[in-house]
């Protein structure tokens, strides 16, 4: 099993939809948790950390359940720009700096 | 947020040529710097966590002898691509965490792309 799952998709979705997306990670002792953002051919960017009461940066809402194991993000009112594929992150089994990333889970907002 | 670059942007190599990237903080200090390797439709996956001053610790199946890894200073690390071979073609990320951030957030530099032929 993967440390982080991700649906790959891609999804297309229309302007100003609502989109979310799902991740599940193995290691219960993960401790911090990060959504990214990638476009194509360039480097990841953090588009927000993710905490356990959940958190709200504009359109963008994180969500996190720790019983689950599972992380959500939320996108509304999308724009063309927030295509790219988003990337869901926690720090490695044993803690630390190091992170792990999931495959990623591609979006396409279209007209 | 804080900056970090990495020099050359693209590389076209021949096969068992030597490459060195490197990643520099621009406007913070790095402790821990570290080296990721893409390839296409994959996720980022870690090679190394460079350390200033000691040794870098390499993960599971990454050749320390041929990824070479020298963190001379806070702001600088670089890795060096040994006798490269067409299978080493792939975008290759550092990051750093600053000192001064949170304890898990971490920097990206904008990758090199090594094409070996």
């Known amino acids: 099993r993967k440390e982080v799952e991700q649906d790959p998709g891609p999804f297309n979705v229309p302007e100003g939809a609502t989109v979310a997306f799902n991740c599940t990670y193995s290691?219960?002792?993960?401790?911090?948790f990060f959504w990214y953002r990638q476009d194509c051919r360039k480097e990841p960017k953090l588009l927000m950390s993710v905490y356990s009461s959940g958190n709200e940066d504009g359109r963008f809402t994180a969500q996190l359940n720790r019983a689950s194991q599972y992380i959500s993000l939320l996108i509304r009112d999308s724009k063309l720009s927030d295509s790219a594929t988003y990337l869901c992150v926690v720090n490695r089994r044993g803690g630390g700096n190091k992170l792990t990333f999931g495959t990623g889970t591609q979006l396409k907002v279209e007209l | 947020g804080a900056v970090v670059s990495q020099h050359p942007s693209w590389v076209i190599c021949k096969s068992g040529t030597s490459v060195k990237i490197e990643c520099r903080s621009l406007d913070f200090q790095a402790t821990t710097m570290f080296w990721y390797r893409q390839f296409p439709k994959q996720s980022l996956m870690l090679m190394a966590t460079s350390n200033e001053g000691s040794k870098a610790t390499y993960e599971q199946g990454v050749e320390k002898d041929k990824f070479l890894i020298n963190h001379a200073s806070l702001t600088l690390s670089t890795l060096t691509v040994t006798s490269a071979h067409p299978e080493d073609s792939s975008f290759y990320i550092c990051?750093?965490?600053?000192?001064?951030?949170?304890?898990?957030?971490?920097?990206f530099g904008p990758g090199t792309r090594l094409t070996v032929t």
């Open positions: 290691n219960s002792a993960s401790q911090s």
């Open positions: 990051s750093a965490r600053n000192l001064a951030g949170g304890a898990y957030e971490q920097y």
